[in-house]
């Protein structure tokens, strides 16, 4: 069961436009969950590209049947993570991003990502931060004993899973969850979520 009730709501003065470029590793769905969200017109926002470090990203096909530009700039291709992250820089700034969506973007961003988007970067995170940062916060809920855990977008600074809250929403943990059932139901509160930060940002933005 899912409560329904944002926690938090310390959107910070974000300098943003509205020309969105999302970066994935996989899936896609929250990226999918914004591509519908703009063409409902909930969200009024631009997705200019979508970035994967994966070519086999599954997601990459939700970007192309909504007509949106791609690219796969694989991460094995370069030597530091700092050259990576200068590269994907350059490619968003080229098209004129100004608002970077990290949606399932497996991938740890250096300070050379961070600083050339300084608090224009927006994650989603399974769990209600600052609880369960990292990796597999379903798994890390239920070994803890959770009666509530949730989802969390959040502005992205130098420390992992840890900048300033946009919007968080609870989802109940229910007797028998497994990591994949709980994060079910938190991945279908996460569709509806992203689009609601974004929005929130974009608002709030100066
Ligand atoms: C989501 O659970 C998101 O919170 C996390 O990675 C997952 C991505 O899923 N950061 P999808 O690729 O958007 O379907």
């Given at each position: 069961?899912?409560?329904?009730?944002?926690?938090?709501?310390?959107?910070?003065?974000?300098?943003?436009?509205?020309?969105?470029?999302?970066?994935?590793?996989?899936r896609?769905?929250?990226?999918?969950?914004?591509?519908?969200?703009?063409?409902?017109?909930?969200?009024?926002?631009?997705?200019?590209?979508?970035?994967?470090?994966?070519?086999?990203?599954?997601?990459?096909?939700?970007?192309?049947?909504?007509?949106?530009?791609?690219?796969?700039?694989?991460?094995?291709?370069?030597?530091?993570?700092?050259?990576?992250?200068?590269?994907?820089?350059?490619?968003?700034?080229?098209?004129?991003?100004?608002?970077?969506?990290?949606?399932?973007?497996?991938?740890?961003?250096?300070?050379?990502?961070?600083?050339?988007?300084?608090?224009?970067?927006?994650?989603?995170?399974?769990?209600?931060?600052?609880?369960?940062?990292?990796?597999?916060?379903?798994?890390?809920a239920?070994?803890?004993?959770?009666?509530?855990?949730?989802?969390?977008?959040?502005?992205?600074?130098?420390?992992?899973?840890?900048?300033?809250?946009?919007?968080?929403?609870?989802?109940s943990?229910?007797?028998?969850?497994?990591?994949?059932?709980?994060?079910?139901?938190?991945?279908?509160?996460?569709?509806?979520?992203?689009?609601?930060?974004?929005?929130?940002?974009?608002?709030?933005?100066?």
């Amino acid at each position: 069961m899912e409560a329904e009730c944002a926690l938090r709501d310390n959107v910070l003065q974000v300098n943003a436009s509205k020309n969105i470029g999302v970066l994935i590793s996989g899936r896609g769905s929250n990226l999918k969950a914004i591509i519908d969200a703009i063409a409902d017109g909930r969200l009024n926002a631009s997705i200019l590209i979508v970035i994967s470090n994966r070519a086999d990203a599954p997601g990459l096909d939700h970007a192309h049947r909504a007509g949106i530009e791609t690219l796969v700039l694989r991460h094995t291709a370069f030597a530091a993570r700092e050259d990576y992250d200068r590269a994907l820089v350059k490619e968003l700034q080229d098209r004129g991003v100004g608002l970077v969506c990290l949606a399932g973007f497996m991938r740890l961003l250096s300070p050379v990502f961070v600083d050339a988007f300084p608090d224009r970067i927006l994650n989603i995170h399974p769990s209600l931060l600052p609880k369960y940062p990292g990796l597999h916060p379903q798994q890390q809920a239920l070994d803890d004993g959770a009666a509530v855990s949730g989802a969390t977008v959040h502005i992205v600074n130098k420390d992992l899973d840890a900048g300033p809250i946009v919007l968080q929403r609870e989802v109940s943990v229910v007797p028998g969850d497994t990591a994949d059932t709980l994060g079910a139901r938190i991945l279908s509160v996460e569709h509806r979520l992203y689009p609601d930060a974004i929005r929130l940002v974009l608002e709030r933005g100066r």
